[in-house]
């Protein structure tokens, strides 16, 4: 991995909430957190056959640092706000894809 490689994003922590109906309200909190990442787009054969079209708006992502990232968390890179679909912990890195809200 080379430094030069990484990109900055920011991190929004997903908050679930209740409405008077019972139904959950997706928001996120305005505090974010800015980090680096080495992000590049969706290309595997796997990938295609597990999200089909919805490839298209959808980025890998390898995480080296300590933040805590969940699923569903929004992801600000760009400019564009991506949503974290999967996070596979490895050894040295955190493999997350994240799909265009």
Do not use: C
């Not at 909430?17 to 787009?41: F, H, M, Q, R, T």
């Not at 600000?76 to 490895?90: C, F, H, T, W």
Request: avoid cysteine; glycine fraction near 4%; charged fraction near 30%.
């Amino acid at each position: 991995m080379k430094k030069r490689s990484l990109k900055t994003f920011q991190l929004n922590k997903y908050n679930p909430s209740k409405d008077d109906e019972g139904n959950i309200v997706e928001s996120y909190s305005d505090e974010s957190y800015e980090d680096k990442a080495l992000i590049w787009p969706v290309s595997s054969k796997l990938q295609v056959e597990l999200y089909g079209m919805r490839v298209n708006d959808m980025l890998n992502m390898h995480y080296y640092g300590s933040l805590e990232i969940k699923e569903h968390d929004m992801i600000n890179y760009e400019g564009v706000a991506y949503k974290v679909v999967s996070i596979q912990k490895l050894k040295r890195f955190k493999a997350i894809g994240i799909e265009k809200i």
